[in-house]
């Protein structure tokens, strides 16, 4: 009689899996011969590693902020069509699992920096927004920061009370005025001596991040900031 293993059975679920759903890689569109894969090998390692000048940067965004200690990006974005595909396909095509991946990079690259944080704060979304994609893409990506750095996430910091409103057209004094309406800091909690972890997915104007840092720092005027997006627009 012939006798079938579980492997056996799971091999042939998976070759039926392979079989009607292939998978191709997210970047290139080969196909890759792994389950639980969706950026192919030779992307992995073809996916730029930033050369942004990071002090400038955080000098040059933050620099009227002296609680902003840090600013991390892990990826270049314009430079590389193949990192904008990742995150549109995290953003838009429904693909958590790329934050995730893309997330371990940003949490290594924080890592050796050495700086103790308490908290990883990720940028939030509407919870309508959030209701739509199923998941907030910062979260996904604070869970694999969180995994190389076992800093925990805090979800209670910081909540977007607005939808679909954008900081980018107003000056910095309608700005700050336009903070308030659009995020509210917890009331219960006291981060004051603490640091935190800020995290967002594109840093392209620093608007929304600069709007979450006002409302932190009028809250905890003793917190200490450090700021990791994926990349930079
Ligand atoms: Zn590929």
């Not at 799971?10 to 950026?39: S, T």
Request: some cysteine; overall charge positive; hydrophobic content about 40%.
């Amino acid at each position: 009689m012939l006798k079938v293993s579980r492997n056996d059975m799971k091999n042939l679920f998976n070759g039926l899996i392979q079989l009607f759903f292939p998978r191709y890689c997210l970047c290139c569109d080969r196909f890759i011969p792994h389950e639980n894969m969706f950026v192919c090998i030779d992307c992995q390692m073809d996916l730029g590693k930033s050369m942004v000048p990071l002090e400038a940067e955080r000098a040059r965004i933050f620099g009227a902020y002296p609680q902003v200690q840090s600013l991390d990006i892990a990826y270049t974005y314009l430079k590389s069509a193949k990192v904008q595909k990742l995150i549109h396909h995290l953003k838009y095509y429904g693909y958590p699992e790329i934050g995730r991946l893309m997330g371990t990079r940003l949490g290594g690259q924080f890592q050796d920096r050495g700086l103790k944080v308490d908290y990883i704060v990720a940028v939030p979304i509407h919870w309508k927004k959030k209701k739509q994609r199923g998941y907030n893409q910062s979260e996904i990506i604070a869970q694999g920061v969180s995994a190389v750095t076992a800093i925990p996430i805090h979800g209670q910091v910081v909540k977007k009370v607005k939808h679909n409103t954008s900081q980018t057209r107003k000056n910095i004094e309608q700005r700050r005025k336009n903070v308030r309406s659009v995020f509210q800091v917890n009331p219960k909690l006291n981060l004051n001596g603490k640091s935190v972890l800020l995290l967002d997915d594109v840093l392209t104007t620093g608007a929304t991040l600069e709007a979450i840092i006002i409302l932190l720092i009028e809250a905890y005027p003793e917190i200490k900031i450090s700021v990791a997006v994926l990349a930079m627009a």
